[in-house]
T-cell receptor, first 110, second 116 residues
Framework: EAQVTQNPRYLITVTGKKLTVTCSQN?????MSWYRQDPGLGLRQIYY???????DKGDVPEGYKVSRKEKRNFPLILESPSPNQTSLYFC?????????FGPGTRLTVL | AQTVTQSQPEMSVQEAETVTLSCTYD???????LFWYKQPPSRQMILVIR??????QNATENRFSVNFQKAAKSFSLKISDSQLGDAAMYFC?????????????FGPGTRLSVLP
């Protein structure tokens, strides 16, 4: 079954404690992306990756890092989380003209 | 930069009735895709319908159809015979055709309630 997985699904953490949200896909897609969803703002792109070792900033990259060392994985790293990064996060891949989304990660930073 | 606007933060419809969700967008491109995504309480993002800008015919998927007005940059979603399971957040999205740079731009969403 084609899917995008994210872990963890829920996370509560404290300000400044580094965390990583993993994203993995089994569809061999080259393009992967991270979004955050906030009320009234829809989904906003954080970072995207065109292929292995190729990443670039989206609309809201501040406070985030990503890496793409292998095709299937695209982790999102928050080196020093802050409360304004409390949000719902989605990983997605792209095939031709359709995106496949992961199930989402609800992050709360206290 | 492209923008997508959904002017109705919330809407409601009676079960079995028809409702239309509005979406407008701003772009200087001539070729692009437009999408409607549904997000039920499970938070999963589900593709409802897709429209290619070069196609004049409006896309339809069962009870879901769009009214695509390219000149007006309008892309509304019509849900016919509304069902309780249609209650969700609906996002309109735009995608450029090229594979460089940012791909999808989402609107802020419309929360649809379906009343029994």
């Amino acid at each position: 079954e084609a899917q995008v997985t994210q872990n963890p699904r829920y996370l509560i953490t404290v300000t400044g404690k580094k965390l990583t949200v993993t994203c993995s896909q089994n569809m061999n897609h080259e393009y992967m992306s991270w979004y955050r969803q906030d009320p009234g703002l829809g989904l906003r792109q954080i970072y995207y990756s065109m292929n292995v070792e190729v990443t670039d900033k989206g609309d809201v990259p501040e406070g985030y890092k990503v890496s793409r060392k292998e095709k299937r994985n695209f982790p999102l790293i928050l080196e020093s989380p802050s409360p304004n990064q409390t949000s719902l996060y989605f990983c997605a891949t792209l095939a031709i003209n359709e995106q496949f989304f992961g199930p989402g990660t609800r992050l709360t930073v206290l | 930069a492209q923008t997508v606007t959904q002017s109705q933060p919330e809407m409601s419809v009676q079960e079995a009735e028809t409702v239309t969700l509005s979406c407008t967008y701003d772009t200087s491109e001539s070729d692009y895709y437009l999408f409607w995504y549904k997000q039920p309480p499970s938070r999963q993002m589900i593709l409802v319908i897709r429209q290619e800008a070069y196609k004049q015919q409006n896309a339809t998927e069962n009870r879901f159809s769009v009214n695509f007005q390219k000149a007006a940059k309008s892309f509304s979603l019509k849900i016919s015979d509304s069902q309780l399971g249609d209650a969700a957040m609906y996002f309109c999205a735009y995608r450029r055709l090229d594979n460089y740079g940012q791909n999808f731009v989402f609107g802020p969403g419309t929360r649809l309630s379906v009343l029994p």
